[in-house]
């Protein structure tokens, strides 16, 4: 038997306990430790690893599998390039970039414009890599002839980000109930419909056909966007079930270092805010489910009667679509008593478990509204051609990082991109956490 080197019996004992602790981090409550990082420094062999993303969970559906190799999933979310000549903090640093644009209302050129001022996608309109989170409140339907080219273009980007690694959040705006339900009169074109075909072609689209088919699957009517992927990926519940692996995370320090996005708004008094996002969108869910599942399909309207709400529908989907319903509820853009309003904020944010709320659907044709040190913000500007308001994005900078000595720094950057005038500061927070309080 030949007679291993001094080298090897050396070194196959810490690669052994190595081994043993990266494992027993990936079955630890939390997933992989955050702080993990260790080396074997006297061999020039380093180890380095951090919580792994995992993807956005489909609107009605189970998370898939992303294919993506845990290894590389980890190196990329890390934040850190460990070098084995260098005597460098092994605890990783978490970057998050998100990108937020409201009410775009059929206009791909504006659309397109807002898109690649904020760095979500390049001249040609394809997804750049530099975001890793992009939101869209709703009402990307109706005011204008784009919905076909904007829904396939935006679909295009939905594909494009998950091979990058990226996120994309897509929210059901009242626009987009309104045509499911079949009330989209007023505010659709003459010019719009023939993009269709024909009305009765339209009609089809938004209630059985392709366009209501993507609604149902990639679209939600609330989301909830933890900061952190340790307290889990998009639409996480707060507070989450006993039995969740992020129930842990969620009950300490970064509970709320998430921000919530509604179309509307999230009334005090809506009844269904916990869990958040799932009570809301699990009623969503049954609503846009009956709503299909009409037979027949009730004929356009006009010339035909507005058909209203389905018959069936329950008292929580009728309050869904009312007007303190996540839809339409305009309550936090009124102006009045801002202690009053903030106060009500923070109420709301305590049940959501969040630290800010994000909202479309009340246009302001200057600037992205924030309100309670921006605790509350209004991202409506009038993108469309229809509204000629300011072209506008809400960018959110996170990180974590190891401070020396110990202890955690967290910072939160909350900017208003514009295309044509000077970007905004809305919020700038920082916090210090104890090595043991964050772990």
Same mark, same amino acid.
């Given at each position: 038997?030949?007679? %291993?080197?001094?080298?090897?019996?050396?070194?196959?004992?810490?690669?052994?306990?190595?081994?043993?602790?990266?494992?027993?981090?990936?079955?630890?409550?939390?997933?992989?430790?955050?702080?993990?990082?260790?080396?074997?420094?006297?061999?020039? =062999?380093?180890?380095?690893? &951090?919580?792994?993303?995992?993807?956005?969970?489909?609107?009605?559906?189970?998370?898939?599998?992303?294919?993506?190799?845990?290894? &590389?999933?980890?190196?990329?979310?890390?934040?850190?390039?460990?070098?084995?000549?260098?005597?460098?903090?092994?605890?990783?640093?978490?970057?998050?970039?998100?990108?937020?644009?409201?009410?775009?209302?059929?206009?791909?050129?504006?659309?397109?414009?807002?898109?690649?001022?904020?760095?979500?996608?390049?001249?040609?309109?394809?997804?750049?890599?530099?975001?890793?989170?992009?939101?869209?409140?709703?009402?990307? =339907?109706?005011?204008?002839?784009?919905?076909?080219?904007?829904?396939?273009?935006?679909? *295009?980007?939905?594909?494009?980000?998950?091979?990058?690694?990226? =996120?994309?959040?897509?929210?059901?705006?009242?626009?987009?109930?309104?045509?499911?339900?079949?009330?989209?009169?007023?505010?659709?074109?003459?010019?719009?419909?023939?993009?269709?075909?024909?009305?009765?072609?339209?009609?089809?689209?938004?209630?059985?056909?392709?366009?209501?088919?993507?609604?149902?699957?990639?679209?939600?009517?609330?989301?909830?966007?933890?900061?952190?992927?340790?307290?889990?990926?998009?639409?996480?519940?707060?507070?989450? $079930? /006993?039995?969740?692996?992020?129930?842990?995370?969620?009950?300490?320090?970064?509970?709320?270092?998430?921000?919530?996005?509604?179309?509307?708004?999230?009334?005090?008094?809506?009844?269904?805010?916990?869990?958040? $996002?799932?009570? =809301?969108?699990?009623?969503?869910?049954?609503?846009?489910?009956?709503?299909?599942?009409?037979?027949?399909?009730?004929?356009?309207?006009?010339?035909?009667?507005?058909?209203? %709400?389905?018959?069936?529908?329950?008292? /929580?989907?009728?309050?869904?679509?009312?007007?303190?319903?996540?839809?339409?509820?305009?309550?936090?853009?009124? !102006?009045?008593?801002?202690?009053?309003?903030?106060?009500?904020?923070?109420?709301?944010?305590?049940?959501?478990?969040?630290?800010?709320?994000?909202?479309?659907?009340?246009?302001?044709?200057?600037?992205?509204?924030?309100?309670?040190?921006?605790?509350?913000?209004?991202?409506?500007?009038?993108? &469309?051609?229809?509204?000629?308001?300011?072209?506008?994005?809400?960018?959110? !900078?996170?990180?974590? *990082?190891?401070?020396?000595?110990?202890?955690?720094?967290?910072?939160?950057?909350?900017?208003?991109?514009?295309?044509?005038?000077?970007? !905004? %500061?809305?919020?700038?927070?920082?916090?210090?956490?104890?090595?043991?309080?964050?772990?």
């Amino acid at each position: 038997m030949p007679r %291993l080197s001094t080298w090897t019996l050396s070194v196959l004992p810490l690669l052994v306990l190595s081994v043993a602790y990266l494992a027993q981090s990936y079955i630890s409550p939390l997933g992989p430790a955050p702080h993990l990082g260790f080396g074997l420094r006297w061999y020039g =062999i380093t180890f380095s690893s &951090s919580e792994a993303q995992a993807p956005l969970a489909q609107p009605h559906s189970q998370i898939k599998d992303t294919g993506v190799p845990v290894d &590389s999933t980890l190196e990329a979310l890390s934040g850190v390039a460990v070098d084995a000549a260098a005597d460098v903090d092994p605890r990783p640093k978490f970057k998050r970039r998100i990108v937020a644009v409201g009410d775009i209302h059929g206009d791909l050129l504006n659309a397109h414009r807002v898109l690649q001022m904020a760095r979500v996608v390049d001249e040609d309109g394809l997804w750049t890599g530099e975001v890793d989170v992009f939101v869209q409140t709703g009402d990307i =339907i109706d005011r204008g002839d784009d919905t076909i080219a904007l829904y396939e273009w935006l679909e *295009e980007l939905r594909e494009q980000a998950h091979g990058m690694g990226g =996120i994309m959040i897509s929210l059901l705006g009242n626009h987009e109930w309104m045509n499911a339900i079949g009330k989209p009169a007023e505010y659709v074109f003459p010019s719009e419909v023939e993009t269709f075909g024909s009305i009765s072609k339209r009609q089809r689209a938004v209630t059985t056909g392709w366009l209501a088919n993507i609604w149902a699957s990639n679209y939600t009517t609330a989301a909830r966007l933890p900061l952190h992927a340790l307290l889990g990926p998009p639409n996480t519940d707060y507070p989450p $079930p /006993e039995d969740s692996q992020y129930q842990r995370a969620n009950a300490g320090p970064l509970s709320h270092a998430a921000f919530s996005f509604v179309h509307g708004g999230l009334a005090p008094s809506y009844p269904n805010l916990q869990p958040f $996002p799932s009570a =809301i969108n699990n009623i969503s869910a049954s609503l846009f489910h009956r709503l299909r599942s009409r037979d027949p399909q009730p004929p356009p309207h006009p010339p035909h009667a507005y058909p209203g %709400l389905p018959v069936g529908t329950t008292r /929580e989907e009728a309050r869904l679509y009312g007007s303190d319903g996540p839809l339409w509820y305009r309550g936090w853009a009124e !102006e009045g008593d801002e202690a009053r309003l903030c106060a009500q904020a923070d109420q709301v944010l305590q049940k959501t478990g969040t630290r800010r709320m994000v909202m479309g659907h009340t246009p302001n044709l200057h600037s992205i509204v924030a309100k309670c040190g921006g605790k509350v913000l209004i991202i409506d500007t009038g993108i &469309s051609h229809a509204y000629g308001g300011v072209l506008s994005a809400l960018s959110v !900078e996170y990180t974590l *990082e190891p401070v020396d000595g110990g202890g955690w720094r967290e910072q939160e950057v909350v900017k208003a991109l514009y295309a044509d005038q000077d970007d !905004e %500061l809305l919020a700038h927070a920082t916090r210090d956490l104890a090595e043991n309080e964050l772990f």
